[in-house]
C-alpha cells in the first residue's frame, strides 16, 4: 500500500530542510510526495531565495565530493613554471647583476656561488611548509605522503626532485599513470594533491 501524503508530511517533518531541498531535486518523487514536501516547506516558511541558496550549496558540495584529488597536469606544469622563475629572478639574477663583467675571475665565483641557493630550493622546495613549493601554493596543491598525508619533509622532496633531475622526461612518462606519481615519487612515497580535496591515503 502506497503511503498517504499524511504519512509522508509525518516522514517529511523529522529531516531537516536542507535534506528536504536536496530531496525535492530529485525526479523520482511521486506527485504525492512532491506535494507533501511542499507543504512541508511552506509550513516551514522556507522562500524561494532559500531554497535556491541552499541548492548552491548541495551543488558546491557535490562538486568538492567528486573533484579529482590528485592534482592535474596542469596544475603541476604551472607551478613548476612559477619556481623555474622563482629561481631565476630571486636567486640568479640578483647575482649576475651584482657581478662585474669586466673580470672574467669574478663571473666564474659568481656562476658557481649563484647555483648553490638554486640547486638547493629546486631540491628541496617541497620540504617547505605543507609540502608546497612557491609555484604549488599559489597553484593551491601540496606534496604529501600516500601513507600518511602529512606534508612532504626535506628528505622525501630532495630524493622525488633529485630523480627528475636524473631521469628527466622518462621520470614525466610516468605521470599519465592513475595517481600521476613520478618515479620520483614512488621512490619518496609522495603525491601532489589538490587542497581540500581528501586524498586516498594507503594502508
Keep these: 500500500m502506497a503511503p498517504t501524503k499524511e504519512d509522508l508530511k509525518q516522514r517529511y517533518s523529522n529531516m531537516d530542510t536542507k535534506e528536504l531541498v536536496e530531496l525535492h531535486q530529485t525526479d523520482d518523487l511521486t506527485e504525492v510526495a512532491s506535494t507533501a514536501l511542499e507543504d512541508i516547506l511552506r509550513e516551514r516558511g522556507v522562500s524561494g531565495e532559500e531554497r535556491q541558496a ?6 558546491k558540495e557535490s562538486d568538492e565530493r567528486y573533484e579529482d584529488p590528485m592534482a592535474s597536469l596542469a596544475k603541476r606544469w604551472f607551478a613548476r613554471t612559477i619556481d623555474t622563475l622563482v629561481v ?8 649576475l647583476i651584482s657581478s662585474d663583467p669586466s673580470n672574467p675571475d669574478d663571473m666564474n665565483t659568481v656562476d658557481y656561488l649563484s647555483m648553490v641557493p ?4 629546486l631540491l628541496f622546495q617541497d620540504g617547505l611548509p605543507n609540502g608546497q613549493s612557491i ?12 601513507g600518511s598525508g602529512e606534508a612532504c619533509g626535506m628528505a622525501s622532496s630532495f630524493i622525488r626532485n633529485s630523480l627528475l633531475g636524473v631521469l628527466g622526461i622518462f621520470d614525466l612518462l610516468f605521470l599519465i599513470s592513475r595517481k600521476r606519481q613520478r618515479l620520483g615519487d614512488m621512490a619518496a612515497c609522495t ?8 586524498h586516498p591515503s594507503e594502508s
Design 54 to 59: 541552499i541548492s548552491e550549496v548541495l551543488e
Design 135 to 146: 609555484g604549488k601554493r599559489l597553484m593551491r596543491i601540496a606534496v604529501v605522503n600516500t
Design 191 to 198: 603525491v601532489v594533491i589538490n587542497l581540500n580535496v581528501p
Design 118 to 121: 638554486c640547486l638547493a630550493y
Design 88 to 95: 631565476f629572478f630571486l636567486l640568479l639574477l640578483p647575482a
